[in-house]
C-alpha cells in the first residue's frame, strides 16, 4: 500500500484516486499556447475524473532563446511569456469544488541542451522591476544553456552539477471572470515556482468555474528557494498528471499533499502576507480536517510549522507553509 492511497485524492475523490482515461496533449494537439488563465479559451480536451494526462509543455520562453548567443529583450515580447497548456475541461467541476492533479513525472524533451535560464532587464529579485522601482541600471543581459539529463542531472558547469528535480512552475484553474496573465500567482494557482509541485505530489485547486479549465507550463528542472533572478532551470517536458474532483470543499488557497507532510500554499505581497495567508489556511485547514481547535493548531505551529518560498520575483510573492504528516498523525490516532 502506497500513501497515495491514504491520501485525501483518494479518500474523497470521484475517481477515488484510480486511472480510469488516458489522454495525450502533444504541441499538435495543443495548437496555439495561452498567456492568461481564464475561462473564455476553448478547452483543448474534455476528461472525467480520474483522467490521466501526459503533456508536452513548452519552456517559459516558447523555445525563443535558442542559443547563448541570444539577448532576451530582443527576442522576447512582454507579456506573451510562460505559455500555458490546456485548458483541460474536467467534468462534473463546479464552483466550490476543489481539483486534485497528482504529478506523476515530468521528463525533459527536446534536443540538448534543453535547459535555459538568463538575466533579463528589470526581472529578478534583486533588481529594479516595474513594482520595484529603482534609479539603478539593469544588468548586463545574459542567457546560459544546461543539458539537463534525468540520471546526470543539470551540468551547470563542467565542475558543478546540480540534481535533476523537477516541479511545475506554473499550473492553476481559471478564475471566475477574469482573464489573469500566467505570470501571476494567486487564490487559483498560477505562476507559484513551488518546488514541492513536483512528482509525487497532489495540488488540490480551488474550481472557481464549471469545467474548472485546468492550465499547466513552466516545468523547472531545478531552482533555488526564491527563484532569485527570476529565471530558474527552464525546460520543454513531457509532463504526466493525473485529475480528480473532490466535492463541495470550498478552498480559498491551493493546497499540497506529498508523502511526508501537507502544505497550504499563500501568494500575495509583501511577502509576509504571503506567510500569513498560507499559515491561515493550514490552520484552518488542521481544525476542519484533523481535529485541532485553531487556536490548538495556532499554537502547534509555532513550534512545528515550515515555510518554503517559491518565488520573490514575481507580481506576487508565493509561500508555502507546511506541517509534518507524523506530527498529524500523533494528534489524530
Not at 54 to 79: Q, R
Not at 259 to 264: D, G, L, N, Q, T
Not at 312 to 324: H, N, Q
Amino acid at each position: 500500500m502506497t500513501w497515495i492511497t491514504q491520501s485525501l485524492m483518494a479518500k474523497r475523490g470521484v475517481a477515488q484516486g484510480e486511472v480510469r482515461s488516458t489522454h495525450r496533449i502533444d504541441e499538435a494537439a495543443q495548437g496555439k499556447y495561452h498567456y492568461v488563465y481564464g475561462p473564455y479559451a476553448e478547452p483543448v480536451l474534455h476528461v472525467q475524473p480520474g483522467a490521466l494526462l501526459e503533456v508536452e509543455t513548452h519552456d517559459a520562453f516558447e523555445g525563443l532563446l535558442e542559443t547563448e548567443a541570444c539577448v532576451p529583450s530582443e527576442k522576447l515580447n512582454f507579456p506573451f511569456l510562460n505559455p500555458q497548456n490546456g485548458p483541460v475541461f474536467v467534468e462534473g467541476a463546479e464552483k466550490g469544488d476543489c481539483l486534485a492533479v497528482y504529478i506523476h513525472n515530468i521528463q525533459p524533451r527536446g534536443p540538448q541542451p534543453c535547459g535555459t535560464t538568463a538575466l533579463i532587464p528589470g526581472f529578478g529579485g534583486l533588481v529594479s522591476t516595474a513594482d520595484t522601482a529603482m534609479m539603478h541600471t539593469d544588468l548586463p543581459e545574459r542567457v546560459k544553456k544546461v543539458v539537463v539529463d534525468p540520471v546526470t542531472g543539470v551540468q551547470w558547469t563542467d565542475n558543478i552539477t546540480l540534481p535533476y528535480e523537477p516541479f511545475i512552475g506554473t499550473i492553476g484553474v481559471a478564475p471566475e471572470i477574469e482573464a489573469i496573465s500566467a505570470l501571476v500567482p494567486d487564490y487559483y494557482g498560477g505562476n507559484m515556482d513551488l518546488p514541492d509541485i513536483g512528482p509525487g505530489a497532489i495540488i488540490y485547486l480551488p474550481v472557481q468555474t464549471n469545467g474548472a479549465y485546468l492550465y499547466l507550463g513552466d516545468c523547472h528542472a531545478a531552482q533555488g528557494d526564491g527563484e532569485l533572478c527570476g529565471v530558474a532551470i527552464e525546460h520543454p517536458t513531457t509532463t504526466t498528471i493525473q485529475v480528480d474532483l473532490i466535492k463541495q470543499t470550498h478552498l480559498k488557497n491551493p493546497r499540497l499533499e506529498n508523502e511526508h507532510f501537507y502544505m497550504s500554499i499563500g501568494s500575495a505581497r509583501p511577502m509576509e502576507d504571503a506567510t500569513r495567508r498560507a499559515y491561515r489556511d493550514l490552520i484552518r485547514w488542521m481544525a476542519s480536517d484533523f481535529g485541532f481547535t485553531e487556536e490548538d493548531a495556532y499554537l502547534l505551529l509555532t513550534q512545528a510549522g515550515r515555510v518554503r518560498l517559491g518565488n520573490m520575483v514575481d507580481p506576487k510573492y508565493t509561500m508555502g507553509a507546511s506541517i509534518l504528516k507524523s506530527i498529524i498523525k500523533q494528534h489524530t490516532r
